[in-house]
């Protein structure tokens, strides 16, 4: 079970607005650790899409952007396109036990 | 162009070891964290190490200390992780993957496109 928390899938048409939910604790998002977040395409490596809560890499639409709030952060994906369906990790820091980076359990996108 | 290389895919049988390489271009190497995260197959990204290259300062997830090694060797800009003997359990791809910043609060920027794992009798 993973210290932090994601929904397993969400889905949203074309065009449309989504968001994925990662839920913490006082021990990781919390306590202010970063949230950072990444996509992962079907078959490819993980790529940096959102870190320091809110931040984008250069090359990462601006469609893209993220927020955090008391021990829960949350990524938004407007005008949603097919190529959009991936899976997506938020990841932070926890205090627990000796100190540890943490991913959540990951969230499936599907484009309908 | 800064990337992670890794070595290639894996078959060895249970009670073997293994080690897999990340090989680091286009940066000072010795001035970023690298970490291993594995994904079983099927399943989600878990984090396993980090390892920063210029004094070997490593730290281990609790659920993988004892269970793997990681070395670094700067001088060709390239980390390790090693197995001692292995489980069909560490069936999974292993990314590499590059971090700025304190060992606790960096993301991982640059991934390796990951080394497969295949352990079976």
């Known amino acids: 079970q993973s210290l932090l928390t994601q929904p397993p899938s969400v889905s949203g048409a074309p065009g449309q607005r989504v968001t994925i939910s990662c839920a913490g604790s006082?021990?990781?998002?919390?306590?202010?650790?970063?949230v950072h977040w990444y996509q992962q395409l079907p078959g490819t490596a993980p790529k940096l899409l959102i870190y320091?809560?809110?931040n984008r890499p250069s090359g990462v639409p601006a469609r893209f952007s993220a927020s955090k709030s008391g021990t829960s952060a949350s990524l938004a994906i407007t005008g949603l396109q097919a190529e959009d369906e991936a899976d997506y990790y938020c990841?932070?820091?926890?205090?627990?036990?000796?100190?540890?980076?943490?991913f959540g359990g990951g969230t499936k996108l599907t484009v309908l | 162009e800064v990337q992670l290389v890794q070595s290639g895919a894996e078959v060895k049988k249970p009670g073997e070891s293994l080690q897999i390489s990340c090989k680091g271009y286009?940066?000072?190497?010795?001035?970023?964290?690298i970490g291993w995260v594995r994904q079983m197959p099927g399943e989600g990204l878990e984090w396993m190490s980090l390892?920063?290259?210029?004094?070997?300062?490593?730290r281990y997830s609790p659920s993988f200390e004892g269970q793997v090694t990681m070395s670094v060797d700067k001088s060709i800009t390239t980390a390790y992780l090693q197995w001692s003997s292995l489980k069909t359990s560490d069936t999974a791809i292993y990314f590499c993957?590059?971090?700025?910043?304190?060992?606790?609060?960096?993301?991982?920027?640059?991934w390796g496109q990951g080394t497969m794992v295949t352990v079976s009798s």
């Open positions: 993957a590059r971090s700025g910043g304190n060992p606790r609060g960096g993301a991982f920027d640059v």
């Open positions: 286009g940066y000072n190497f010795a001035t970023y964290w």
């Open positions: 390892i920063y290259p210029g004094d070997s300062d490593t």
């Open positions: 006082s021990s990781n998002i919390g306590a202010g650790y970063d």
């Open positions: 320091a809560d809110n």
């Open positions: 990841q932070s820091y926890d205090t627990s036990l000796s100190g540890q980076r943490v």
